[in-house]
């Protein structure tokens, strides 16, 4: 059996969970490969120490930046954690 990791899906879900809405993670499931017959789809959320965003555009990682790097800050996380997780 194969675990593949959707990285695709978990990148889509911080966009989903910044414009609060589902269609981006729904969008992100359907534009998934298929898989081998033994094969299957690993779905998981990554710390915020371990976020990347590389696979998404720029003006969706600044929506991200923009949606959550206020609640970083309220909960004491320095916005340079924030941003030092976003791509260069």
């Known amino acids: 059996m194969q675990m593949l990791f959707n990285f695709w899906g978990n990148q889509h879900l911080y966009l989903a969970l910044a414009r609060q809405a589902a269609a ?3 969008k992100a499931f359907q ?6 017959p033994t ?3 690993a779905n998981f959320v990554r710390n915020h120490d371990e976020l990347t965003l590389d696979q998404l ?3 969706q ?3 991200i930046a923009a949606a959550f790097a206020p609640i970083a800050i309220a909960c004491g996380f320095s916005i340079a954690v924030f941003v030092a997780a976003l791509p260069p």
Do not use: R
């Open 57 to 59: 555009t720029s003006d």
């Open 31 to 36: 534009e998934l490969p298929p898989v081998p």
């Open 39 to 41: 094969g299957q789809w």
């Open 61 to 63: 990682q600044d929506e």
């Open 24 to 26: 981006p993670l729904v």
